[in-house]
C-alpha cells in the first residue's frame, strides 16, 4: 500500500505533485490526464496508479507493471508555452530527475538510454512517454508518464529491452513513497533550470549517456539504420554517423549492435 502521508512529508516543490490523484487500478494515467472530459486543469497535477490495464509505451507497445509494487504515475503540464516549445527537453529533464534520485537515494548509477529510457547494467528500469492534447496546432496540454520498476522482482514475457528493477539491482527493497517524492522535486528543480540554461540539461544527460561512440542501430518504423552515435545536438536529437555523413535523427529506437 503507498502511504500518500509519507509521501506527503518528503514532497518538497511548489507546484510538481500538489495536486494528486491515487488510483488502485486505472486504464492508463496517461490517458486519464490526457482527457480533458476528467476536468483536471491544474497545472502539475500527479495520477498515481498501483496498476494499470492499458498501461502504454513508445511507439504503440503496452507497458506492464506488477501491482503494487513499482511507480507508475503521470504529470500534466498547462499553460506553458516556453516549456511546449522545448518538449524534447521536458523529456530529457525526466529521465535526469528518475537518474539523480536513483544517484541520490540509493548510490546507483543509472545510465540514459536515447531518447529517454534509464537502465541499470544495461537493462530497463524506466521509461517515458511523453504525450500531448492539441487544438488548432496549439500544444493545450503534456502529459509525462513514468513507468518505474522499483520492488518487482519477477519479469514475465516479452520484452523489447530485457528489464530489471531497483530491487534486483540494488538485492533489497526500497520506499516507493520517498523514490516518487525526490523524483518530483528533482523534476521541478530542472525544469525551472531549463528556463535559463537548457544546456546544462543536456549536458547533465550527455554525462549519463555512456553509449555516445558506440555503434548502433536505430529503427523508425519498418527501416533500421546503422551507424556510430556521434552526439546529441543543441535540439536533443541524435546525430548518427554513417558512410554518407552525419544524420540527424528526431525519433526510433535504439539499440546497441
Ligand atoms: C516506454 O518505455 O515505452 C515508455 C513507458 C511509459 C510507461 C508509463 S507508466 C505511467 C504512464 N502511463 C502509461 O500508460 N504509460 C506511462
Given at each position: ?25 486505472i ?17 502539475g ?7 494499470q490495464?492499458?498501461?502504454?509505451g ?7 507493471s506488477?501491482s503494487?509494487?513499482?511507480l507508475?504515475f ?20 525526466a ?26 547494467s ?10 500531448t492534447?492539441?487544438s ?7 502529459v ?9 522482482n519477477?519479469?514475465k514475457?516479452?520484452?523489447?529491452y ?11 527493497e526500497?520506499e516507493?513513497?520517498r ?7 528533482n ?23 555512456k553509449?555516445?561512440g ?15 552515435f556521434?552526439?546529441?545536438?543543441d535540439n536533443?536529437f ?9 544524420e540527424?535523427?528526431?525519433?526510433g ?5
Amino acid at each position: 500500500m503507498f502511504n500518500l502521508e509519507l509521501f506527503g512529508l518528503k514532497l518538497n516543490t511548489n507546484y510538481i505533485g500538489r495536486n494528486f490523484f491515487y488510483f488502485e487500478e486505472i486504464d492508463s494515467t496517461n490517458t486519464y490526464l490526457l482527457d480533458k472530459s476528467n476536468n483536471i486543469d491544474i497545472s502539475g497535477t500527479v495520477v498515481f496508479a498501483e496498476f494499470q490495464t492499458k498501461g502504454r509505451g513508445r511507439m504503440d507497445r503496452s507497458w506492464s507493471s506488477n501491482s503494487g509494487q513499482n511507480l507508475t504515475f503521470s504529470i500534466l503540464f498547462l499553460d506553458n508555452p516556453k516549456l511546449f516549445q522545448m518538449l524534447n527537453f521536458l523529456n530529457f529533464s525526466a529521465a535526469l530527475a528518475v537518474a539523480v534520485s536513483l544517484e541520490n537515494l540509493y548510490q546507483i548509477k543509472p545510465e540514459l538510454k536515447w531518447p529517454n529510457d534509464i537502465l541499470i547494467s544495461r537493462k530497463k528500469t524506466c521509461g517515458i512517454l511523453v504525450e500531448t492534447v492539441t487544438s488548432n496546432s496549439n500544444i493545450e496540454r503534456v502529459v509525462v508518464g513514468i513507468g518505474l520498476n522499483v520492488n518487482q522482482n519477477h519479469f514475465k514475457g516479452e520484452f523489447n529491452y530485457p528489464p530489471t528493477s531497483i530491487r534486483i539491482e540494488l538485492g533489497k527493497e526500497v520506499e516507493r513513497e520517498r523514490l516518487l517524492a525526490e523524483i518530483l522535486n528533482n523534476l521541478e528543480i530542472l525544469i525551472n533550470k531549463l528556463k535559463s540554461n537548457k544546456n546544462q540539461i543536456i549536458n547533465e544527460w550527455k554525462l549519463r549517456c555512456k553509449m555516445i561512440g558506440e555503434k548502433i542501430s536505430i529503427k523508425q518504423n519498418n527501416e533500421v539504420k546503422f551507424g556510430i552515435f556521434d552526439d546529441i545536438d543543441d535540439n536533443g536529437f541524435l546525430l548518427l554517423k554513417t558512410k554518407a555523413g552525419i544524420e540527424k535523427i528526431t525519433a526510433g529506437d535504439l539499440s546497441l549492435v
